[in-house]
């Protein structure tokens, strides 16, 4: 495997699961896995999920921090989302969308966003339904059983695991300050891996 491209060393990948999918595979995600392994579950191609999540940051990039939003409801990617946020200024909600926010004008938390960003299309469904609704292109964060109709830019990854979202949160903050110019190289990012992730 080459590892120059790779935005993280590979062994972060393999450490937090990134590339461990489900025993379920949709024809969608076909594409991005690896193989099965002996015990049914998939296996995703990691240099497949790094070239995403690179894709994912130059996307991001585009955009200002006020033109994005950030949904996720599965609690295993709160605290990374919340760091995310933090680090970058980028709009998030952790835990459930308020409905409504994007397609209702009338409402006194309405956002006009420009894309959205969403750690899984199955529970954050409303959100990218919304989305489809306004035109907003949709980023989603897919394991090997998720539909990516209505996804402009699948991300194929464990989006399950507390480590594998922290690490996901991780390089698309650090990558997405080096796209904006904010900082120059990785050494200026101060924040660990560790950071975005709930240790027990």
């Not at 006009?112 to 989305?131: F, G, H, M």
Request: hydrophobic fraction near 40%.
């Amino acid at each position: 495997q080459e590892q120059a491209n790779f935005l993280v060393p590979l062994e972060e990948y393999l450490k937090v699961g990134l590339h461990i999918g489900t025993k379920f595979r949709t024809k969608y995600m076909e594409p991005f896995i690896y193989k099965i392994r002996p015990d049914g579950l998939a296996v995703l191609n990691v240099q497949k999920i790094n070239e995403r999540i690179g894709l994912a940051a130059k996307f991001l990039a585009q955009y200002k921090p006020e033109d994005i939003l950030v949904i996720g409801r599965r609690e295993n990617g709160w605290k990374a989302i919340k760091l995310f946020s933090q680090i970058t200024g980028i709009r998030a909600f952790p835990g459930r969308y308020p409905p409504g926010i994007l397609t209702n004008i009338n409402l006194d938390n309405f956002i006009e966003a420009k894309i959205v960003l969403v750690t899984d299309p199955w529970p954050d469904k409303n959100v990218v339904r919304d989305a489809v609704k306004v035109g907003l292109p949709v980023i989603a964060l897919c394991d090997t059983n998720n539909e990516s109709n209505y996804v402009d830019l699948v991300v194929p990854c464990n989006n399950k695991g507390k480590k594998s979202l922290g690490l996901f949160f991780y390089i698309i903050s650090r990558e997405y300050l080096k796209l904006r110019g904010i900082i120059k190289s990785d050494s200026e990012f101060k924040h660990k891996i560790e950071d975005f992730m709930d240790l027990e």
